[in-house]
């Protein structure tokens, strides 16, 4: 980042700086999800070619925004360092949440989850991601300018690293007891993993003799688990599924596909527990696009992969945890938790809010590669904000049970089948970011951000004295 600071001030004009930034980011974005050409190519069948435009693409249309942000802070560039520090932060934080929340919002990979451990971690439960992200480059920008920071300047930034030093651990929540859980990892094959004759007989064989674990509170397995509709299942299995939970004594969770042609479809998890007749239900609200909706004017890209696409229905923001055993247990499936205001909207009622969160996910996709470690930091930036702890099961991993301070307790080997048994402790009370994100969203950021920038202009406008 400051290398960037650094050669933008350099820059011989603003469109140079615009180019320069741009590159930057897009060099960056490529390298944070050059993954998807797995889905795209290996199991989606799009022509090689064709899929490197297409990661291309999106990369340097995601990167406009940090090019503007080089445009404009080159524009300020003869301004004190204290101002062009702050500006850039709140470019940075402003082009961050344009990419996170824009056109569905892909913010995977965002500067913040290089801090979930370090000194900065514990900001985290305060400002949260975005905020943190403006941190991270308020610091980085103050270093490259720092030959000519004024003496105050180069206090706050000195008194700021140490007190991220120090060995201080914020702490809003307290414990609301342990349940013991199963976490399923049944890896079936993802090129199968849809097909009648081969990975969906092995799935329902796989889970049905998981999905009801002796000994533990809740069984928790990974999205579409069971990859077909309650109806389309075999004679006797959802029956049988349904006895076997009542008959237990520990709850079940488990991603499904919900719905019928008349009333359209979702990506669901449902849960079952001993005692209840009822379903519990959750409903994927934030979708995939290309994967779980098409985007106007995009079903031509669509037709020309062989990945089971669908044009699911939405849930609603902050449904209804589900209550087990003295626990709210909030589900997310894929990549919600990417989502750090949409999650946040459970906890305007600290009453209600979860005490833990339950992501289930199929990454399979992306093959053995990073976007497993980069969905695990996702969870660990979460786990942080709320101080929540956090269950994980997928069909690949990266299959964890986590605590509410973001650390893996324990986990399963990637691209294995497996059961990972272990214990979790919930916890109650709201974290500052908690409190303002289930109230106001992003917008605080938003209008922090727009107020420093106007400032800054206000200060770099020459004033001309009446005459």
Known sequence: MAPLVLAVQSSSNARTAFALATAYAAAWLCATFWWLFVALHTYGGLPTALTVAAILALACALALYYGLAGALLWLFRTSAPARQAALFAALWSMAEMARGTWFTGFGWGAMAYAHTSGPLAQWIPIIGAYGLGALAVWCATSLALFHNAGWVHRSVLALLLVATWLPYTFNATSSNGKISVALLQGNIPQDEKFDSGTGVPMALRWYADHLTQKGVDLVLAPETALPVLPQDMPQGYWDALRHNVAQGQGALLTGIPLGDYSQGY?????????????TWRYDKHHLVPFGEFIPPLFKWFTRMMNIPLGDFNRGDVGQASFVWMGQRVAPNICYEDLFGEELGARFIDPALAPTLFAN????????????????????????????????????????????????????????????????????????????????????????????????????????????
């Open 266 to 278: 979702t990506n669901s998890v449902i849960a079952l527990a001993p005692g209840s007749a009822e």
């Open 360 to 467: 289930v996910s199929n990454l399979g996709w992306f093959g053995d590669t990073v976007a497993i470690d980069q969905h695990l930091q996702i969870s660990r930036m979460r786990a942080l904000e709320f101080q929540r702890p956090f269950l994980r099961a997928t069909n690949t991993g990266a299959t964890v049970i986590m605590d509410y301070r973001g650390q893996v307790m324990s986990s399963l080997p990637r691209l294995t089948q497996g059961v990972l048994l272990g214990t979790v402790e919930g916890r109650t009370g709201n974290t500052p970011f908690a409190w303002w994100i289930s109230r106001f969203g992003l917008r605080p950021v938003w209008l922090l951000a727009i107020a420093v920038l106007a400032m800054a202009w206000r200060c770099a406008v020459p004033r001309h004295p009446a005459p």
